[in-house]
């Protein structure tokens, strides 16, 4: 059974709140709709508390409900500089911690 690109926006939309809500704010772009796969391909871009910013390369199987990580890259901060006129898909205050945990320190 396939879904419409609407509810599968929708089911999308829902994983990516769980996943990626420490992270806020979070931006999606190129968001590609395949219907003959169920799938939908996009990037999101956010800031890591270590790496910095990142365009994140994703991909959602609607019928399995599962977000696939496709690759990344650091992105400069003038390019987010530009995408931050658009609303984000998770509006947050982007205060992701890094734990501190001694014991992994070299």
């Known amino acids: 059974m396939t879904m419409s690109h609407e509810q599968m926006?929708?089911?999308?939309?829902?994983?990516?709140?769980?996943t990626f809500s420490?992270?806020?704010?979070?931006?999606?772009?190129?968001?590609?709709?395949?219907?003959?796969d169920d799938t939908v391909v996009f990037n999101l871009i956010y800031c890591h508390p270590v790496h910095?910013?990142?365009?994140?390369?994703c991909?959602?199987?609607?019928?399995?409900?599962?977000?696939?990580?496709?690759g990344e890259t650091r992105?400069?901060?003038?390019?987010?500089?530009?995408?931050?006129?658009?609303?984000?898909?998770i509006v947050g205050s982007g205060e992701a911690s890094v734990p501190n945990n001694p014991a992994n320190r070299l």
């Open 52 to 57: 910095g910013w990142i365009d994140q390369h």
């Open 22 to 36: 420490d992270f806020a704010p979070v931006w999606l772009v190129n968001d590609d709709y395949h219907p003959r």
């Open 9 to 18: 926006r929708v089911k999308r939309d829902e994983k990516i709140q769980t």
């Open 59 to 70: 991909k959602y199987d609607a019928m399995a409900d599962v977000l696939y990580h496709m």
């Open 75 to 89: 992105i400069s901060e003038e390019t987010v500089l530009q995408l931050q006129d658009q609303e984000p898909l």
